[in-house]
């Protein structure tokens, strides 16, 4: 999303309603590719990959390490113009420590299909091998995309002599096993039609929130996204700091997402965060930004747009 200008704030919420079916690492990549010292590190690495991980290749290849993006939980630096749905986020095992590991197998005769059988069948898969050799695979299915670890045969796109048996054995949070069925589900389409959360309108504010801050809005104007031109106006008038406060809110938690919480979304709060670089926004996870306060309102300004 980037916020652009039109005269109008009336539409703007809605143009968020695909956010509806992000997952928790996807809102992670959300808010980390909005943080300019992420940006500016992604724009000045040169990666050392076999492949493009940008384009359409089936397996990619880390020739190194890549340090600079292990700092922000990442294996490598994906395209920060672009959501998860459509560029190639790896999340570092030490960042996002309860991804599904998948261990393929030859199949016995007629053994039947599991279901991430079928989603690596069915699915579209990148295949990214990093610094230390291990494999990583990225499943994009319906509207949906999950990162698993993988070990064991060698590893071909919608191979079928192929059996993918489920590790979770380094995952202790409970509910873990049925949260990695669901979400193979989920690839394949069953999940049935995503409804909003209070986690998700609460990330989804605070993304709206950040974004209008960035464009220059007040907290005015921002409220004026979220309410009717009406009620802000009675809310402004009427003495109240309760609706102000309200946005700051909204803006503080997309501050401290954007400048290093997404962590904690990667890993249900229990992340081992990696080391900071001096580049890296040390000292900025509890809301606080380097940049200045909100300005004052400005005129025509602004629409959400992927």
């Known amino acids: 999303m980037q916020i652009r200008h039109i005269k109008s704030f009336s539409d703007i919420l809605q143009r968020y309603d695909d956010t509806i079916g992000l997952s928790t690492s996807d809102w992670a990549w959300e808010f980390l590719r909005r943080n300019d010292r992420f940006q500016s590190n992604a724009r000045s690495d040169t990666p050392a990959i076999s492949g493009d991980l940008t384009g359409e ?5 880390l020739a190194r390490r890549n340090r600079l993006a292990e700092t922000w939980g990442l294996l490598t630096f994906p395209d920060i113009n672009l959501p998860a749905s459509r560029t190639n986020v790896f999340w570092s095992d030490r960042a996002c420590p309860g991804k599904v590991a998948l261990f393929g197998r030859e199949r016995a005769t007629d053994e039947p299909d599991g279901l991430f059988d079928l989603a690596v069948q069915q699915c579209k898969v990148t295949h990214l091998t990093d610094g230390a050799g291990q494999a990583h695979l990225l499943l994009r299915g319906s509207g949906c995309v999950l990162q698993v670890r ?8 919608g191979a079928t002599d192929t059996k993918f048996d489920v590790s979770l054995s380094s995952v202790h949070r409970p509910g873990a096993e049925a949260r990695a069925f669901a979400q193979a589900r989920r690839l394949l389409g069953e999940a049935g039609t995503p409804v909003w959360t209070r986690r998700h309108v609460l990330f989804r504010n605070a993304l709206v929130a950040l974004e209008a801050h960035e464009s220059g809005l007040c907290y005015r104007q921002t409220a004026m ?48 965060r990696p080391g900071l670089s001096p580049t890296h926004p040390a000292g900025h996870v509890d809301g606080s930004s380097a940049r200045g306060p909100l300005p004052h309102a400005r005129s025509d300004r602004v629409a959400a747009t992927e």
């Open 57 to 61: 290749a089936q397996h990619v290849r």
């Open 150 to 157: 993988y070990r064991g045969l060698s590893f071909r796109s």
């Open 225 to 272: 996204i979220f309410y009717n031109e009406a009620r802000v106006t009675q809310a402004w008038n009427s003495g109240s700091t309760a609706m102000k406060s309200e946005m700051a809110r909204r803006l503080a938690k997309g501050r401290q997402l954007r400048d290093g919480g997404y962590f904690e979304l990667l890993s249900y709060g229990s992340a081992r």
